[in-house]
Nanobody
């Protein structure tokens, strides 16, 4: 069964750091782009970061550039999101997703498989 499971969320103070992990199972996703998205209560889901399945290139939302780093370990079927200098506005449920191709896109409609999400809460 294809499954993505996020972990690593929690409660941190502003300025703190967290590293999220996405465990992939049921299929090898090395040739597919992976993305991290987040959704806060009452708001639409937004793209956070993506990593390509072919060249490993990365792309970030303007709001997280310089603070977040996405990476992947294909041997372990893991995708990570290192989050530094966290802000209260980063509070959301973070989900990882697999796109049906190697190129990064920011639209969540282009991603096929999704994890259940992990809560990240940043206090003031």
């Amino acid at each position: 069964q294809v499954r993505l499971v996020e972990s690593g969320g929690g409660l941190v103070q502003a300025g703190g750091s967290l590293t999220l992990s996405c465990a992939e199972s049921g299929r090898t996703f090395s040739n597919y782009a992976m993305g991290w998205f987040r959704q806060a209560p009452g708001k639409e889901r937004e793209f956070v970061a993506g990593i390509g399945g072919s060249d490993g290139g990365t792309y970030y939302a303007d709001s997280v550039k310089g603070r977040f780093t996405i990476s992947r370990d294909n041997a372990k079927n893991r995708v990570y999101l290192q989050m530094n200098s966290l802000k209260p506005e980063d509070t959301a449920i973070y989900s990882c997703a697999v796109k049906g191709g190697p190129r990064i896109v920011t639209s969540d409609r282009m991603y096929t498989y999704w994890g259940q999400g992990t809560q990240v809460t940043v206090s003031s």
